[in-house]
C-alpha cells in the first residue's frame, strides 16, 4: 500500500518503521552546504553552486577580516603569482586589465574583492569565523560543525549536509 508505514524486520531487538515517500523520483532534496574559506577555490564555489544548484542553502566561513585567502594573508615584499596573470583567473572572469606578467598579490586580492563585488557573493561569506571542529554525525547523516565567531568569541553550532574544505595547504 503506498504512504502506508511498513515496519521494518527488527534490528538489535527494536523496531522501526519505514515510511514510502510519495515524491517522485528525481525531486530534488533541500541541502545545506558549508565551505571553509573564502579563498579562489571558496569563491569559485559559491558561484558555482549558485549556477547549477537549486534548493540549497550554502554558507562560507572564514577566519580572516577579508577575503582572498593566500592573496589576503601573504603580503610579503615581492610576493608574486608562479604563473601567468592570464592563467590565474576563472575562465567566467577573465581580467585583460592585469598589470604584469607575474601579478603581484596586492593586484591578485583585488581581483577576486572585486568579483565578490560583481557577482554578489558577499551575501553567502561570513567572514572572522573560524572553523574549530567538524564530525560527522552518522544517526542525522549530517555534518555537525562548531564555529567561532572572533569578535564575539562565541561558538556557533551549524549542520550541513556537504562540508567543502576550501582553505589550502597555508591553514
Known amino acids: ?34 565551505t571553509i574559506g573564502a579563498g579562489a577555490s571558496g569563491l569559485n564555489m559559491i558561484r558555482t553552486l549558485r549556477k547549477h544548484l537549486t534548493n540549497f542553502e550554502h554558507v562560507v566561513y572564514d577566519k580572516n577580516i577579508d577575503v582572498g585567502g593566500t592573496w589576503f594573508e601573504n603580503r610579503y ?6 604563473i601567468p596573470s592570464h592563467n590565474y583567473q576563472f575562465s567566467w572572469r577573465p581580467n585583460p586589465a592585469w598589470s604584469e606578467f607575474y601579478s603581484g598579490h596586492a593586484e ?11 557577482e554578489q557573493l558577499w551575501t553567502s561569506i561570513n ?3 573560524s572553523v574549530e571542529q567538524a564530525e560527522w554525525i552518522e544517526d542525522d547523516g549530517k555534518w555537525h560543525v562548531k564555529v567561532q565567531d572572533l569578535k564575539t568569541k562565541t561558538i556557533i553550532e ?9 582553505s589550502g595547504i597555508l591553514k
Do not use: W
Open 158 to 166: 551549524d549542520q550541513c549536509d556537504f562540508l567543502l574544505d576550501g
Open 77 to 82: 615584499p615581492g610576493c608574486k603569482c608562479d
Open 127 to 129: 567572514l572572522l569565523h
Open 108 to 118: 591578485i586580492h583585488k581581483y577576486l574583492k572585486d568579483l565578490c563585488d560583481e
Open 1 to 34: 500500500m503506498v504512504g502506508a508505514s511498513n515496519p521494518l524486520p527488527p534490528d538489535d531487538n527494536t523496531q522501526r518503521e519505514y515510511e514510502i515517500s510519495e515524491q517522485p523520483l528525481g525531486t530534488t532534496r533541500h541541502v545545506r552546504i558549508i
